[in-house]
């Protein structure tokens, strides 16, 4: 594995966990909440955003128009039965999610849920790193780069990890931050 094929999988390990920080919800209604939803659309998961229209009327309010209307009742169930918090109102054409304020009981789980979701991240940094540190003490046993060679390569593999839980870290700050913020 070279430096390169590394450092982009670590960046896709920070886009994964941003992308999960952004299904946390803060108090304002946000469409990507609903990014983990799944809905067992003729026996097949299926993201809720492959079967309706997402949008936010206002800051506290989350609409879901589907495109096809006998979704309405298994998007609605899928909702009501996944870890998003929200009660699903439905009028037979549109649901809508109220977004309550948060508690702070609730801001408290929440950011008990950032903290799990970057340490999923930093765990596959470091499982690329393994893995990219396994691959030059392949190519150092077989001869195909020198010891010294080896050991700037898995310096310059820990600056890169480094690197990269640092910026998942800040990530967890400024959500923690937008959690903590009322």
Same mark, same amino acid.
């Given at each position: 594995?070279?430096?390169?094929? $590394?450092?982009?999988?670590?960046?896709?390990?920070?886009? $994964?966990?941003?992308? &999960?920080?952004?299904?946390?919800?803060?108090?304002? $209604?946000?469409?990507?909440?609903?990014?983990?939803?799944? /809905?067992?659309?003729?026996?097949?998961?299926?993201? @809720?955003?492959?079967?309706?229209? @997402?949008?936010?009327?206002?800051?506290?309010?989350?609409?879901?128009?589907?495109?096809?209307?006998?979704?309405?009742?298994? @998007? %609605?169930?899928?909702i009501s039965l996944s870890d998003v918090g929200l /009660? !699903?109102?439905?009028?037979?054409? /549109?649901?809508?999610?109220?977004?309550? !304020?948060?508690? &702070?009981?609730?801001?408290?789980? =929440? @950011?008990?849920?950032?903290?799990? =979701?970057?340490? %999923?991240?930093?765990?596959?940094?470091?499982?690329?790193?393994?893995?990219?540190?396994?691959?030059?003490?392949?190519?150092?046993?077989?001869?195909?780069? &020198?010891?010294?060679?080896?050991?700037?390569?898995?310096?310059?593999?820990?600056?890169?990890?480094?690197?990269?839980?640092?910026?998942?870290?800040?990530?967890?700050?400024?959500?923690?931050?937008?959690?903590?913020?009322?």
């Open positions: 594995m070279k430096l390169a094929d $590394a450092e982009d999988h670590m960046q896709k390990a920070v886009e $994964a966990t941003q992308r &999960s920080f952004n299904t946390i919800r803060t108090g304002r $209604a946000n469409a990507s909440l609903l990014d983990r939803v799944m /809905v067992d659309y003729y026996g097949a998961p299926t993201p @809720i955003k492959s079967l309706a229209t @997402i949008g936010t009327p206002d800051a506290t309010t989350i609409s879901i128009q589907p495109f096809d209307r006998k979704s309405l009742n298994l @998007i %609605e169930k899928a /009660v !699903p109102s439905n009028d037979g054409a /549109v649901i809508r999610l109220n977004i309550p !304020p948060l508690t &702070s009981e609730r801001r408290q789980e =929440f @950011i008990k849920m950032a903290a799990k =979701f970057a340490e %999923e991240g930093k765990v596959a940094i470091r499982n690329v790193r393994r893995d990219a540190v396994d691959s030059i003490r392949k190519q150092e046993k077989s001869s195909e780069i &020198s010891k010294d060679e080896s050991r700037d390569l898995q310096d310059k593999m820990q600056k890169l990890t480094d690197k990269y839980i640092t910026k998942i870290e800040e990530s967890l700050a400024a959500k923690e931050k937008d959690l903590s913020t009322v």
